[in-house]
């Protein structure tokens, strides 16, 4: 089987072709991160006319890297949710559109399925069960996960989730839009330079006694450093590594106990927040003190993209879910929707 993925639920046109028994066979991605920057975030209508415009140039060139045709595809899968409404109706439209004329099966895939099976992707990649964590720009969860659609939430952010959070301290330090990787890239530059910490910023929810997370108060932290400190080069740098070590150790801490719960020896990392290398390095180190390993996708496939989407429309098609959770023609989408509400195959 050849599957089409398409993802539109943001700021990022992202297309994939994957073939159940040969892989991924090609991808491509557009980030509208330029286009947002002017405005210090996502503007929904732009974002839309934007994946409009690209959608079908980049399903055209996926399919002449792989060299091949839209009529060898056999079913398409789209991000049905959750996410922009109006972004996610552009892909929606089209996959629709597409599997309407080619009259093959088309089905709607929960975006955050779609990352937590992207380290499926990766050589070694973990086998089922284990635990994950979603850690993203607008989520921040844990769960357990026996196959898939059979997702158990252990625990997730009561408010802010961790990339939120990257976004919107980097912007009171004046970093910019997005601001996540550059308040990261900062802190690993000061961290490489040994020099001695000025700043320690609270571990929220860290001894809280279950898996839940809470990170809006990191942020109120730092605003209050700025206006006591003011905002050099100095204390940017030191105020960044010391945000990014309260969020590492706040997920690492978590992911362990989450871990030690359940009694799986699996852990999955996925999401945007999944690419930050102090994270990395932390629960690889302590992960493997207790036995249990980490798997974490490529980092071209940690922001949104269509080879994640298209790998969990395959892994559905494969268990014989015909639209488990969609029905053709019917043009929905999900701007919310609760991963553990997914239809199990």
């Not at 089409?4 to 297309?15: A, H, K, N, Q, V």
């Not at 947002?36 to 994946?51: C, I, K, N, Q, T």
């Not at 060139?61 to 091949?68: D, I, M, S, V, W």
């Not at 030191?238 to 106990?257: G, H, M, P």
């Amino acid at each position: 089987m050849l599957v089409l993925g398409i993802e539109t639920s943001c700021d990022e046109t992202g297309i994939a072709l994957y073939h159940t028994e040969r892989g991924l066979l090609s991808h491509a991605l557009y980030s509208q991160m330029e286009m947002h920057s002017e405005y210090g975030g996502v503007v929904p209508e732009l974002a839309s006319r934007d994946h409009i415009r690209r959608v079908l140039p980049l399903i055209r060139k996926t399919l002449a890297t792989a060299n091949l045709a839209l009529t060898d595809v056999t079913a398409i899968a789209y991000t049905q949710g959750p996410g922009l409404a109006g972004a996610l109706l552009v892909g929606a439209s089209i996959a629709e559109a597409i599997g309407h004329a080619l009259k093959i099966p088309v089905i709607g895939i929960h975006h955050l399925e779609g990352h937590l099976l992207s380290p499926l992707l990766s050589t070694p990649s973990p086998n089922f069960p284990f635990v994950a964590l979603l850690v993203s720009g607008g989520h921040t969860q844990l769960m357990e996960v026996s196959g898939v659609g059979r997702y158990r939430l252990l625990g997730e952010t009561v408010d802010d989730a961790a990339g939120e959070a990257f976004d919107k301290t980097a912007k009171l330090l004046g970093l910019g839009y997005p601001g996540g990787p550059a308040l990261s890239e900062l802190a690993d530059e000061f961290l490489k330079s040994g020099k001695p910490r000025n700043f320690k910023l609270p571990r929220p929810m860290l001894r809280s006694g279950d898996l839940n997370f809470s990170f809006s108060g990191l942020k109120t932290a730092v605003l209050t450093l700025t206006n006591k400190h003011g905002i050099t080069q100095q204390t940017r740098g030191d105020i960044a590594l010391a945000f990014q070590e309260a969020i590492v150790e706040v997920l690492t801490e978590k992911s362990l106990t989450a871990l030690t719960q359940t009694g799986l020896t699996q852990l999955v990392v996925a999401g945007g927040v999944g690419a930050n290398r102090q994270l990395r390095t932390s629960l690889s180190h302590r992960s493997a003190s207790i036995g249990a390993t980490v798997f974490y996708p490529e980092l071209q496939f940690c922001t949104d993209n269509g080879a994640m989407i298209a790998f969990a429309g395959a892994m559905r098609f494969r268990k014989s879910v015909a639209n488990s959770y969609h029905q053709t023609g019917s043009f929905t989408v999900r701007a919310r929707w609760d991963l553990e509400l997914l239809d199990t195959p």
